[in-house]
Protein backbone atom coordinates (compact mmCIF):
# COMPACT_ATOMS: atom_id res chain seq x y z
CA UNK A 1 0.00 0.00 0.00
CA UNK A 2 0.79 3.43 -0.80
CA UNK A 3 -0.24 7.11 0.41
CA UNK A 4 -0.47 9.34 -2.51
CA UNK A 5 -2.39 12.84 -3.37
CA UNK A 6 -5.23 12.78 -5.25
CA UNK A 7 -5.01 14.08 -8.84
CA UNK A 8 -8.32 16.00 -10.85
CA UNK A 9 -7.86 14.09 -13.89
CA UNK A 10 -8.06 10.47 -12.19
CA UNK A 11 -11.53 9.91 -12.81
CA UNK A 12 -11.25 6.17 -12.26
CA UNK A 13 -9.72 7.11 -8.61
CA UNK A 14 -12.41 9.48 -8.13
CA UNK A 15 -15.62 7.34 -9.06
CA UNK A 16 -13.51 4.26 -6.26
CA UNK A 17 -13.25 7.29 -4.05
CA UNK A 18 -16.89 8.20 -4.45
CA UNK A 19 -18.14 4.38 -4.02
CA UNK A 20 -16.02 4.18 -0.86
CA UNK A 21 -17.53 7.11 0.98
CA UNK A 22 -21.10 6.27 -0.07
CA UNK A 23 -20.69 2.85 1.43
CA UNK A 24 -18.86 3.84 4.85
CA UNK A 25 -20.78 6.46 5.91
CA UNK A 26 -24.39 4.90 5.02
CA UNK A 27 -25.34 2.45 7.85
CA UNK A 28 -25.12 5.30 10.77
CA UNK A 29 -25.08 8.43 8.60
CA UNK A 30 -26.94 7.76 5.97
CA UNK A 31 -27.34 11.62 5.11
CA UNK A 32 -23.97 12.05 4.75
CA UNK A 33 -23.49 11.48 0.78
CA UNK A 34 -26.47 8.99 0.08
CA UNK A 35 -25.81 8.97 -3.27
CA UNK A 36 -22.69 8.65 -5.27
CA UNK A 37 -23.66 11.96 -6.98
CA UNK A 38 -23.16 13.91 -3.38
CA UNK A 39 -20.07 11.99 -2.54
CA UNK A 40 -18.20 13.12 -6.27
CA UNK A 41 -19.26 16.79 -5.41
CA UNK A 42 -17.73 16.05 -1.64
CA UNK A 43 -14.25 14.73 -3.48
CA UNK A 44 -14.44 17.76 -6.40
CA UNK A 45 -14.18 20.47 -3.65
CA UNK A 46 -10.75 18.94 -2.84
CA UNK A 47 -9.20 20.20 -5.42
CA UNK A 48 -7.75 23.81 -3.91
CA UNK A 49 -5.00 25.00 -1.97
CA UNK A 50 -7.07 24.83 0.91
CA UNK A 51 -7.46 21.32 1.30
CA UNK A 52 -5.20 17.89 1.06
CA UNK A 53 -6.64 14.87 -0.62
CA UNK A 54 -4.66 11.31 0.24
CA UNK A 55 -5.25 8.33 -0.94
CA UNK A 56 -4.23 4.88 -0.28
CA UNK A 57 -3.94 2.28 -3.04
CA UNK A 58 -2.87 -0.57 -3.36
CA UNK A 59 -0.30 -1.94 -5.95
CA UNK A 60 -2.84 -1.82 -8.29
CA UNK A 61 -3.90 0.94 -8.28
CA UNK A 62 -7.64 0.28 -6.62
CA UNK A 63 -8.53 3.38 -3.74
CA UNK A 64 -8.72 1.30 -0.79
CA UNK A 65 -9.44 4.42 1.26
CA UNK A 66 -9.14 7.91 1.62
CA UNK A 67 -8.74 10.98 3.55
CA UNK A 68 -9.39 14.79 3.91
CA UNK A 69 -8.44 17.79 5.49
CA UNK A 70 -9.55 21.20 5.44
CA UNK A 71 -7.52 24.15 6.50
CA UNK A 72 -9.19 26.89 8.85
CA UNK A 73 -7.60 29.70 11.50
CA UNK A 74 -5.62 30.69 8.75
CA UNK A 75 -3.79 27.37 8.37
CA UNK A 76 -2.62 26.52 12.27
CA UNK A 77 -5.87 24.44 12.33
CA UNK A 78 -7.26 22.06 10.18
CA UNK A 79 -10.25 20.00 9.93
CA UNK A 80 -9.85 16.23 9.54
CA UNK A 81 -12.86 15.29 6.96
CA UNK A 82 -13.52 12.59 6.18
CA UNK A 83 -12.21 9.62 6.22
CA UNK A 84 -13.49 6.66 4.81
CA UNK A 85 -11.65 2.90 3.72
CA UNK A 86 -13.39 0.30 2.02
CA UNK A 87 -14.76 -2.47 3.89
CA UNK A 88 -13.06 -4.91 2.22
CA UNK A 89 -9.62 -3.22 3.42
CA UNK A 90 -11.40 -1.84 7.03
CA UNK A 91 -9.05 -3.76 10.21
CA UNK A 92 -6.01 -3.46 7.95
CA UNK A 93 -4.78 -0.02 9.37
CA UNK A 94 -5.50 1.48 6.69
CA UNK A 95 -7.32 4.29 8.22
CA UNK A 96 -4.56 4.94 10.74
CA UNK A 97 -1.57 5.27 8.14
CA UNK A 98 -4.55 7.57 6.60
CA UNK A 99 -4.43 9.64 9.87
CA UNK A 100 -0.70 9.82 10.74
CA UNK A 101 0.03 10.63 6.90
CA UNK A 102 -2.39 13.72 6.93
CA UNK A 103 -0.99 14.62 10.55
CA UNK A 104 2.52 14.83 9.01
CA UNK A 105 0.68 16.93 5.66
CA UNK A 106 -0.94 19.04 8.12
CA UNK A 107 2.46 19.84 9.96
CA UNK A 108 4.36 20.10 7.11
CA UNK A 109 1.66 23.00 6.11
CA UNK A 110 2.70 24.66 8.79
CA UNK A 111 -0.78 23.74 11.03
CA UNK A 112 -0.92 23.29 14.79
CA UNK A 113 -3.41 21.01 14.93
CA UNK A 114 -5.96 18.72 13.52
CA UNK A 115 -9.91 18.18 14.70
CA UNK A 116 -12.66 16.17 13.75
CA UNK A 117 -16.44 16.06 14.64
CA UNK A 118 -17.55 12.63 14.89
CA UNK A 119 -21.41 12.74 15.04
CA UNK A 120 -23.73 10.47 17.26
CA UNK A 121 -26.72 10.10 15.34
CA UNK A 122 -28.74 7.18 15.84
CA UNK A 123 -27.10 6.24 20.09
CA UNK A 124 -23.53 4.70 19.10
CA UNK A 125 -22.33 6.70 22.34
CA UNK A 126 -24.02 7.13 25.62
CA UNK A 127 -23.99 11.00 24.29
CA UNK A 128 -27.02 9.85 22.03
CA UNK A 129 -30.42 9.78 22.21
CA UNK A 130 -30.78 11.88 24.92
CA UNK A 131 -30.29 15.48 26.14
CA UNK A 132 -27.31 17.02 27.18
CA UNK A 133 -28.56 20.18 28.32
CA UNK A 134 -28.42 21.94 30.95
CA UNK A 135 -24.22 20.31 31.38
CA UNK A 136 -23.26 18.77 28.29
CA UNK A 137 -19.72 18.90 29.33
CA UNK A 138 -20.61 16.76 32.19
CA UNK A 139 -21.91 14.15 29.97
CA UNK A 140 -18.96 14.71 27.96
CA UNK A 141 -17.18 13.69 30.84
CA UNK A 142 -18.42 10.10 31.29
CA UNK A 143 -18.85 8.98 27.81
CA UNK A 144 -19.44 5.64 27.10
CA UNK A 145 -18.95 3.85 23.74
CA UNK A 146 -22.36 1.71 23.33
CA UNK A 147 -21.91 0.61 19.89
CA UNK A 148 -18.63 0.48 17.65
CA UNK A 149 -18.64 4.63 17.45
CA UNK A 150 -15.07 5.96 15.82
CA UNK A 151 -13.86 8.53 18.79
CA UNK A 152 -12.50 5.54 20.43
CA UNK A 153 -10.36 5.00 17.57
CA UNK A 154 -8.97 8.65 17.03
CA UNK A 155 -8.26 8.20 20.69
CA UNK A 156 -5.55 5.45 19.94
CA UNK A 157 -4.10 7.51 17.71
CA UNK A 158 -3.74 9.97 20.09
CA UNK A 159 -6.84 12.73 19.66
CA UNK A 160 -8.58 13.83 22.69
CA UNK A 161 -11.99 14.90 22.89
CA UNK A 162 -12.69 18.20 23.10
CA UNK A 163 -16.25 18.90 22.98
CA UNK A 164 -19.68 18.24 21.72
CA UNK A 165 -22.18 20.35 19.78
CA UNK A 166 -25.35 19.04 21.42
CA UNK A 167 -28.53 18.37 18.80
CA UNK A 168 -25.57 18.88 16.25
CA UNK A 169 -28.08 16.94 14.20
CA UNK A 170 -31.66 16.95 15.65
CA UNK A 171 -32.43 16.82 19.06
CA UNK A 172 -30.19 13.79 20.75
CA UNK A 173 -27.98 13.89 18.00
CA UNK A 174 -24.48 15.41 19.21
CA UNK A 175 -21.38 15.75 16.87
CA UNK A 176 -18.50 15.37 19.51
CA UNK A 177 -15.12 17.84 18.76
CA UNK A 178 -12.09 15.80 18.82
CA UNK A 179 -7.99 17.37 18.33
CA UNK A 180 -4.55 16.69 18.42
CA UNK A 181 -1.65 18.48 18.15
CA UNK A 182 0.34 17.80 15.23
CA UNK A 183 3.69 20.08 15.34
CA UNK A 184 5.22 22.65 17.99
CA UNK A 185 5.70 26.21 17.55
CA UNK A 186 7.26 27.96 19.77
CA UNK A 187 6.28 28.23 23.47
CA UNK A 188 2.79 28.21 24.84
CA UNK A 189 1.17 31.57 25.93
CA UNK A 190 0.75 32.48 29.18
CA UNK A 191 -1.43 34.65 30.91
Request: proline share 5%; charged share 25%.
Amino acid sequence: MQIINLASDNQQMIEQMAAILVEAFKEHWPNAWPTIEDAREEISGFFSEERICRIAVDDDGTVLGWIGGIEMYDGEVWELHPLAVAQSAQGRGIGKALVEDLEVQVAAEGGLTLWLGSDDEDGMTSLGGIDLYPNPLEHLANIKNLRGHPFEFYQKLGFVIAGVAPDANGFGKPDIFMAKRVAQRGEPCSS
